[in-house]
Every structure is written in C-alpha cells, then in structure tokens.
T-cell receptor, first 114, second 116 residues
Framework: AQSVTQLDSQVPVFEEAPVELRCNYSSSVSVYLFWYVQYPNQGLQLLLKYLSGSTLVKGINGFEAEFNKSQTSFHLRKPSVHISDTAEYFCAVSFLYNFNKFYFGSGTKLNVKP | KAGVTQTPRYLIKTRGQQVTLSCSPISGHRSVSWYQQTPGQGLQFLFEYFSETQRNKGNFPGRFSGRQFSNSRSEMNVSTLELGDSALYLC???????????????FGEGSRLTVL
C-alpha cells in the first residue's frame, strides 16, 4: 500500500528564516514525488516535482526539495521565507502507469510571521 | 492558455438532493481527475477519465459518479447528498498521453459544496 506522511500539520516561522517541511512516503515500487501549494480559496499549484535524475530538485518561488530513497523522504526547503509563502503545502506521490492517481499527504500549514 | 475552469464555485444543497459539478480542462489535456478535499480526510482521489473512459476510481460510494465528454470536459455527480459530502471538489487536468504518467496535475480552483 502507498501512503504519504507529512509529520507537521502546522509550521510557524518568522519572515526571512529558513524552513523545512517534511514528507515521508511508503511504497514498494518506484515513485514520482511532488510538492503542491494551496493558497486560501484556491486550487493547488505545483511547486516542484521529482521524476528521475538529480535528487535535488528546484522549484518555483525559491523552494527546493531533495529525494532520499533510503529514507523514503522528500523534504521541502526554503532558505528564507516571505510573508507571501503563508499557505498550505501538500506532498504527493504517483506512479508510472497509474492513470494520474495521486496520493496526497494531509498537508502542512506554513504560517510566516513578520 | 486558459486554466482549468470549474463551475459553480460555490453551492449550497440540502440533504437528499443531488448535485452536478462541471470541469473544463486546459485545452489539449485529455485526462481529467477529481478530488475531494475536506479538513478531516484531506485530499482524496475520486476518479480519473481519459478519452471519455473512466480509468481509475477511488474508494467512494456509488452515489459519486462522473463522465467525460468528447471535448474532454467532465462532470461529476453526487446523488442523495449527505452532510458529510460537504467539501471542496477539485478537478485537475493533465497532458498525459497514453499510459505514461507525465507527472503533473493542473488544478482548478474548486467547487465548494455545502450540504445543509
């Protein structure tokens, strides 16, 4: 069975501080990994994705994530956050030949304080 | 290019009624997926359509159904509404070709359903 765990439901952080949002997954087969962001009253927007190749993936808005196969993790990082990064972040996995069935984590609400 | 469009954005129904939600994918995208988002259960996969065929279905009761038209537009229907069906219903399209996962879903802003 596949599952995605986001260990932190909420992460408060001050503006310009670094942040890491944690994501672990469980799967017996190779996965594709994604981070999506959701702003209030909006749909989800892709931040970055790992399909293959380099395990360090850079995305939009200065975010990056590193795929660690041995630890089955895909943590999201940003060296310096802004107020505008306040949103909910979702980690997701999918699989080759899976007809776009994504499994999402429960989400992490990032609250950036001035 | 226009994004994924969902209508209506907000709607209120009463228990026992039915509802139909509509989704227009990005032009050229043939895969359309539906997800239910609630505070308690998070994002849960409902079903996915490709070329008018349902290829995958999540663990939802038969009251939840969908279809896709030849122009790739999709609708989902929920019959005999229950209070627990209150949720944000998100549609996502993908440029996936054939069986290979191209790796990205493009989401609409959702239809927020409130069941009273």
């Amino acid at each position: 069975a596949q599952s995605v765990t986001q260990l932190d439901s909420q992460v408060p952080v001050f503006e310009e501080a670094p942040v890491e949002l944690r994501c672990n997954y469980s799967s017996s087969v190779s996965v594709y990994l994604f981070w999506y962001v959701q702003y209030p009253n909006q749909g989800l927007q892709l931040l970055l994705k790992y399909l293959s190749g380099s395990t360090l993936v850079k995305g939009i808005n200065g975010f990056e994530a590193e795929f660690n196969k041995s630890q089955t993790s895909f943590h999201l990082r940003k060296p310096s956050v802004h107020i505008s990064d306040t949103a909910e972040y979702f980690c997701a996995v999918s699989f080759l030949y899976n007809f776009n069935k994504f499994y999402f984590g429960s989400g992490t609400k990032l609250n950036v304080k001035p | 290019k226009a994004g994924v469009t969902q209508t209506p954005r907000y709607l209120i129904k009463t228990r026992g009624q039915q509802v139909t939600l509509s989704c227009s994918p990005i032009s050229g995208h043939r895969s359309v997926s539906w997800y239910q988002q609630t505070p308690g259960q998070g994002l849960q996969f409902l079903f996915e359509y490709f070329s008018e065929t349902q290829r995958n279905k999540g663990n939802f009761p038969g009251r939840f159904s969908g279809r896709q038209f030849s122009n790739s537009r999709s609708e989902m229907n929920v019959s005999t509404l229950e209070l627990g069906d209150s949720a944000l219903y998100l549609c996502a399209s993908s440029p996936q070709l054939g069986r290979t996962n191209t790796g990205e879903l493009f989401f609409g802003e959702g239809s927020r359903l409130t069941v009273l």
